[in-house]
């Protein structure tokens, strides 16, 4: 979900329906049948911004009254080419327990 933003999967869908490419300068639709407008009404849940949307995650979960302030919340990403978990240090700021 990080390849393209609402607007963009949006404008594609409007156009096709079929499979879109991508290459070093953006995306293109290759379709040649009927899109829709109505895919401009899903959310499709993209994020520009990887680390930064799991700080907001965890801003969230630290700020929720039921979850004590003395339980550290941790946010990682996911690298799906190695299988590693890498830490977000800003969102490990965020989620500091309180003594």
Do not use: C
Not at 23 to 47: A, M, N, P, Q, R
Not at 79 to 89: A, H
């Amino acid at each position: 979900m990080q390849l393209f933003i609402d607007e963009i999967i949006r404008g594609l869908l409007a156009k096709s329906s079929e499979t879109a490419t991508i290459d070093d300068s953006d995306w293109h639709d290759v379709g040649t049948s009927d899109g829709s407008d109505e895919d401009g009404f899903i959310d499709w849940l993209t994020f520009k911004d990887l680390a930064e949307s799991v700080s907001v995650d965890v801003k969230r979960i630290r700020n929720h009254p039921s979850v004590p302030s003395s339980i550290p919340i941790y946010g990682y990403i996911y690298d799906v080419k190695t299988g590693k978990l890498i830490e977000v240090p800003e969102a490990a700021k965020i989620g500091k327990a309180e003594a």
